[in-house]
Nanobody, 122 residues
């Protein structure tokens, strides 16, 4: 089970940190990722991170602004979001896949959290 938290309302240029806590199993051997879905749009890839945190991947739209990290001792993955823009407004979902390869396609992920809403005002 994955539990996402940390969403909220922030002004453009501000920061938020999302957390994704895993329970029920040890996710140290799972790739974890973040996806987002804006109102009326399809779910899109944001970032993903490998087992040890040494391998990451980002969508072009968030490169240089967002940072994904993980703490396997806490079974938690984080998404630090800086320089937020109104177009970052969406529901953010964390996901995990039981594999070593970092992927950016939603259908490659086996487990999903419930989502946390991020609203960036202009």
């Amino acid at each position: 089970q994955l539990q996402a938290s940390g969403g909220g309302l922030v002004q453009a240029g501000g920061s938020l940190r999302l957390s994704c806590a895993a329970s029920g199993r040890t996710f140290s051997r799972y790739v974890t990722g973040w996806f987002r879905q804006a109102s009326g749009k399809e779910r899109e890839f944001v970032a993903a991170i490998g087992w040890t945190g040494g391998l990451t991947d980002y969508a072009d739209s968030v490169k240089g602004r967002f940072t994904i990290s993980r703490d396997n001792a806490k079974n938690t993955t984080y998404l630090q979001m800086n320089s937020l823009k109104p177009e970052d407004t969406a529901v953010y979902f964390c996901a995990a896949r039981a594999s070593w390869s970092v992927e950016n396609e939603a259908n490659k992920y086996n487990y999903w959290g419930q989502g946390t809403k991020v609203t960036v005002s202009s």
